[in-house]
């Protein structure tokens, strides 16, 4: 693991396509039983390298029901987005995660990460990727959730861009977070 760490921190694939630089920000070991899939960093996170450590990040460890001190340790909780760089701003929020980092380096982090045994599928980008789902309804996977359980969850992001879809479904809060919740704490007390 230390070794694909420090290839993926040298590397420099879509480097001439970063606006702000290459600065690969994931956190992941091989006792982690709980995967964060997320899409990229933004700016934030960019500039601090600790993966959600902005606004989102808070909601989504309200979510989980969990500290910032065990979302950071990363025997607990992995963090692996499917662009491990801040890939620039557009008109309306973030870019698209660069399409470098999964073909090179997502698979080879995920086979040395036995262990994980839930998986948090955030935003459209990572769902793709996840559930081979060509374009997917954010609104409708989420809410299919329990197709996916106990072993996938599908989350909108957790941006406060979101607060409009969290407000027009209120069920995600009363139905989907209570059991998330428990199972995270299921996991975490192994």
Known sequence: MDDLLQQIKACTLCEKQLPHGVRPVLQVHP????????????????????????????????????SKEIFYDPRKIAILPMGFCFPGTGKSGDLPPRPECEPAWRQQVLAL???????????????????KIKNPNVTT??????????????????????????????????????PLKKRIAELLAK
Do not use: C
């Open 31 to 66: 006792n982690a039983r709980i995967l964060v899939a997320g899409q990229a960093p933004g700016r934030k996170v960019h500039e601090s390298g600790i993966p959600f450590d902005d606004a989102s990040g808070e909601r989504l460890r309200d979510w989980m029901g969990i």
């Open 141 to 178: 996977l989420v809410s299919d959730w329990e197709k996916y359980w106990p072993s996938h969850i599908p989350l909108p992001h957790p941006s406060p861009r979101n607060n409009i879809w969290l407000h027009k479904n209120d069920w995600f809060e009363s139905a989907l977070l209570p």
């Open 113 to 131: 990460m036995p262990n994980i045994e839930l998986t948090l599928v955030i935003g459209k980008y990572a769902q793709v990727s996840h559930f």
